[in-house]
């Protein structure tokens, strides 16, 4: 029983087991049919619908071809397309696999779920409309990730890994209530945009993404954790690493990018931060080396809609088409609204290490700043056009610059500060250390009513400043020097042109507006060449009308006070002055040919000027002047003046002198008139009287003149009257008549006491008229012509007339030997050409009368004297009752055949020739007892052959005349007549040597 039962046992055993095994054997052929079905057929449709409904239900839109089983995948959707079908500007994201990882928990309770989805091999396209035949599309390829949808509507990336553009992406993250996504407003855009305005912003980003280039592969990754619902709560990573890349922007080198938001921790204030990195950033705007980037920013504590952010940026070196620097800072901190980007505050530093430009550079430039909005109700005016940005805010800002330098301008250092309060900018603290001065000011503009006010000061040299003025300041600064700079000090105030003209007239506009106030304090200098000692002033403008009411020049001599005003719009001005200055100074700033008129007078002592000038610029035809001139201790062409005093007036180039009067020592001038034309170079003289020395006149007209008159002398001032014109340049233009009144006077060798007559000075020729003189006892009347306009010596003409002159007197002068000269004087000479330079050129005639005198000791006409007074003791040194003759000049000669001296035993006849160096060749005849009463022509006549004895020809000089025998009378019969001579003739020549002590007593 037992064996049966046991048997019984192993028999069900063995069925039980053989039925187990096929159950398996047919699960398992089950499991394997569902398996080869499920991985080839795909999953059934119950089971495919709870599975999409699944994955939609954690928000994910998927379509495939086929969902299947595979072997350590899973579930495994292949070809599968999220979102709505494609159409024709939405992208398509298409995955070639999609492991659908289910949640066995909920399918052990028959519920379908879905954790997660690993997608391989996707690509995300989006394709442009074709424009002129071309197609473009926007790419993400090789997507490899996994997408985990956790429990709570929360998705979990993993993974992420794709390539964009040639460049590699990882992205991860963890997103709560990942279906409110589809809720952000900022993806669905404020309000429908024109049609075709997405495919052209589309079209721009496809041909962009087209243009860059990359050297290598770069890499982004980004990491995002937060709550779909609460953007707040997001933390974000970003990484951006880039080698050297090729943009249509520009290019970069080693670029390496980090943004950091952080949420809001317990404090309640998130965190967000942006670095950047770059060796090198090229653009076509701009070169950039070193670029480093740091940006945070994070809510406000108290107030969570405000953001505060903090900036700072750096760069080794940037360079532009304009600028260069070799480094550059800007470091700034914010705040502002979540909803608007414009700070509410904010402050700013920006430091610039080397920057040169094409127009200039400077070591350094530092700009501050610092912004604040208004708390109060904000004014504003459209007509502020731009301006009425900056309306809301406070505005503080400091600026500085180093060592700039350019072309133009070169200033040491440079610094200002201001601040806007609108409607008011102002500037404060403006200062400037620049060649060797400093500048110093401030400023104030009101936006509204456009009213600049500005005051500064300076002792700089503006003459550096020539660079940046126009032609016409640099030429009118340039009149200008000094060797310290002036100190100017000024306060003025403008209206600018209207915000909203962008082609203001600024000099209809706005010069009309300018007024200035100030005041200047230099020290040596110049003004056009005249220098100065120091010189100060205030000065004024408005109304287009500069003044300086009271400049004051101070010169070693001297100095001017003079007020000032110049209207620029009629370019008329005026100057009222007073001067103790040399007018000789004043040289320079007359034109070239008026002020050599200056030249012929120096003054040793300044002269007083007191008077106005009036004209206008640029004209100077139209300058005017009236005042009073006194001067004292000066000369003019070397004559000394003791003073001088009148009235003047200018006008046309020509200055008036009205009733001017001039003292010099005892003598005086004084005149109705003197007229002195800068144009013709001339001076007119009215109505000249005085007591004055003719020489010293005659110097004062020209030298010259002076010249030529010194061998006319007076002993000392004369009275006289002068009328004409006197040059100032050219001898040649002179026309002055001297009327001369008493006086003595010198000529040659001749010595007047007193003498009277007219001068005229006309051009190169002088003319002597109406001339009456005491001569020698008697009088001498005449006149005289001189033509100078030969290089040296004058032609002269002159006819004198002697009357009853004492020979004795006379012959004193002609002759430094005494004599016993005696008779009366009458004659007449007129030479009617002659040259001083050439005595041959002599013409002339003349007559010549003397009574009662004793002329022997005359040599040529006492060589008889000793034969006769052979015949008779005294018969050749008798009385003379009278001596009479006529001559000629002719080419220097002198020649007379009439010239006869008579006495009381005997008359003397020449004729022949004397020349003006004395040379005689003449003829003398003696006829005895010729003018015997009654018998007198008797006995000459039986004496005749006695007079042919004493014939004789005269040669020699006037002072050592030699004479011979006409006819040969023999020896012996001349021995009663002068026996010595006759005796000495008679005996033969004794030889040199036999008479030495002839030698000795020669």
């Known amino acids: 029983m037992a064996r049966r039962d046991k048997r019984r046992f192993w028999r069900v055993a063995r069925v039980v087991f053989r039925r187990f095994r096929i159950t398996v054997w047919v699960i398992i052929l089950l499991l394997l049919g569902c398996f080869v079905y499920l991985n080839q057929i795909g999953l059934p449709g119950f089971i495919k619908g709870p599975l999409l409904q699944a994955v939609r239900a954690r928000g994910v839109d998927l379509e495939f071809t086929r969902l299947r089983w595979r072997w350590g995948h899973g579930v495994v959707a292949e070809n599968v397309r999220f979102g709505p079908a494609a159409e024709r500007l939405n ?26 989805l690993v997608l391989r091999n996707g690509r995300l396209d989006w394709s442009m409309p074709e424009t002129n035949g071309a197609a473009h599309v926007l790419s993400i390829e090789n997507v490899e990730t996994e997408l985990r949808l956790l429990p709570g509507d929360q998705w979990e990336l993993r993974n992420f890994e794709a390539r964009f553009a040639g460049a590699q992406l990882y992205l991860g993250g963890v997103i709560t209530n990942a279906s409110a996504i589809r809720e952000w407003k900022f993806l669905h855009g404020a309000a429908p945009s024109a049609p075709g305005t997405l495919e052209k912003r589309l079209q721009q980003v496809a041909e962009t993404m087209e ?47 980090t943004l950091v938001l952080l949420p809001a921790p317990i404090d309640g204030v998130s965190h967000a931060r942006v670095d950047l990195y770059a060796a090198r950033a090229a653009t076509r705007w701009a070169g950039i080396t070193n670029l480093v980037l740091r940006l945070n920013v994070e809510t406000d504590r108290l107030r969570q809609d405000l953001v505060s952010a903090r900036l700072e940026l750096s760069a080794g070196s940037i360079e532009t088409a304009h600028v260069r620097a070799s480094g550059a800072t800007f470091t700034a901190g914010w705040m502002h609204s979540l909803t608007n980007a414009i700070p509410l505050s904010g402050e700013g530093t920006l430091r610039v290490e080397g920057p040169e430009t094409k127009w200039g550079g400077a070591d350094a430039v530092r700009v501050t700043g610092s912004l604040v909005a208004s708390d109060g109700p904000v004014v504003s005016d459209p007509a502020w056009s731009w301006w009425t940005n900056l309306a809301p805010f406070a505005i503080n800002w400091e600026c500085s610059v180093q060592g700039l330098r350019s072309e133009k301008l070169q200033a040491e250092e440079f610094s200002a500060a201001g601040e806007w309060r609108s409607p008011r900018l102002t500037v404060d603290r403006l200062n400037s250390t620049l060649y060797g001065g400093l500048l110093r000011g401030r400023a104030s503009l009101n936006v509204d009513s456009r009213e600049l006010q500005f005051s500064g000061s300076s002792d700089f040299d503006a003459h550096r400043l020539g660079p940046l003025l126009t032609e016409k300041s640099r030429k009118w600064l340039s009149q200008y020097t000094w060797r310290r700079p002036p100190a100017v000090q000024a306060e003025g105030t403008l209206v600018l042109p209207a915000w909203t003209n962008r082609h203001p007239d600024w000099r209809g506009e706005v010069r009309p507006t300018v007024t200035l106030n100030g005041n200047f304090d230099v020290g040596p200098g110049a003004f056009r060449g005249v220098a100065f000692s120091s010189a100060r002033s205030r000065f004024s403008y408005s109304n287009l009308v500069w003044r300086l009411p009271d400049l004051v020049a101070v010169r070693p001599e001297g100095r001017l006070e003079l007020a000032h005003a110049s209207n620029e719009a009629t370019r008329d001005y005026y100057f009222r002055l007073r001067s103790t200055i040399d007018v000789k100074a004043l040289e320079p700033l007359l034109k070239t040919n008026n002020g050599r008129g200056l030249d012929i007078v120096e003054f040793t002592q300044p002269p007083l000027v007191a008077g106005e000038v009036w004209g206008r610029w640029y004209q100077p035809e139209l300058i005017r002047f009236r005042g009073s001139v006194a001067a004292t201790n000066f000369t003019v062409r070397g004559q000394a003046v003791g003073s001088a005093e009148a009235r003047v007036a200018f006008t046309n180039g020509v200055l008036y002198v009205f009733e001017p009067r001039v003292q010099r020592g005892a003598e005086h001038l004084s005149a109705s008139a003197v007229q002195a034309d800068f144009n013709t170079h001339r001076v007119y003289l009215t109505n000249g009287v005085g007591y004055v020395d003719p020489l010293a006149v005659a110097r004062a007209i020209g030298p010259r003149i002076g010249q030529h008159m010194e061998p006319y002398r007076f002993g000392h001032a004369v009275r006289a009257r002068v009328n004409g014109i006197i040059p100032m340049r050219d001898e040649r233009d002179a026309n002055v008549r001297f009327e001369i009144e008493g006086g003595a006077f010198e000529w040659w060798k001749f010595r007047v006491p007193e003498i009277e007559g007219r001068l005229d000075w006309v051009g190169e020729k002088l003319s002597l008229r109406n001339v009456h003189a005491e001569f020698y006892g008697g009088t001498a009347v005449g006149e005289a012509d001189f033509d100078f306009a030969r290089e040296r010596g004058a032609d002269f003409s002159f006819d004198v007339l002697v009357t009853d002159a004492e020979l004795r007197l006379l012959m ?17 000479l007129t030479i009617t050409q002659g ?7 002599v013409q002339g005639r003349g007559r010549v009368d003397l009574t009662d005198g004793f002329i022997w000791d005359i040599p040529i006409f006492g060589i008889l004297t000793p034969a006769l007074d052979g015949i008779a003791p005294g018969l050749g040194s008798s009385r003379a009752r009278a001596a009479s003759g006529t001559f000629i000049v002719t080419n220097g000669v002198l020649r007379t055949e009439d010239f006869e001296i008579r006495a009381p035993v005997m008359r003397l006849q020449y004729n022949g020739d004397v020349d003006l160096t004395g040379r005689v060749n003449a003829r003398v005849q003696a006829e005895l007892l010729r003018d015997i009463p009654a018998v007198g022509p008797m006995v000459s006549l039986v004496l005749w052959p006695v007079s042919k004895v004493y014939e004789y020809r005269i040669t020699g000089t006037v002072q050592k005349p030699e004479s011979e025998p006409i006819f040969f009378i023999p020896r012996i019969l001349a021995l009663p007549f002068h026996p010595l001579r006759t005796i000495r003739e008679i005996l033969p020549t004794v030889p040199q040597e036999s008479r030495p002590e002839e030698l000795s007593n020669q």
């Open 835 to 841: 040259t001083s330079t050439d005595i041959h050129s």
């Open 91 to 116: 992208p398509a994201f298409r995955i070639r696999e999609a492991q659908v990882q289910l949640d066995y928990r909920a399918l052990a309770r028959l519920r379908v779920a879905v954790n997660g």
């Open 211 to 257: 243009k860059i280039r990359f050297a290598g592969t770069p890499e982004l990754k980004l990491d995002v954790r937060g709550d779909a619902r609460d953007l707040k709560s997001f933390t974000v990573r970003l990484n951006v690493d880039t080698p050297d890349a090729e943009t249509p922007w520009g290019s970069v080198q080693e670029a390496f990018f």
């Open 812 to 828: 004193r002068d002609m002759t430094s030997h005494s004599n016993r000269l005696e008779g009366r004087l009458n004659g007449r």
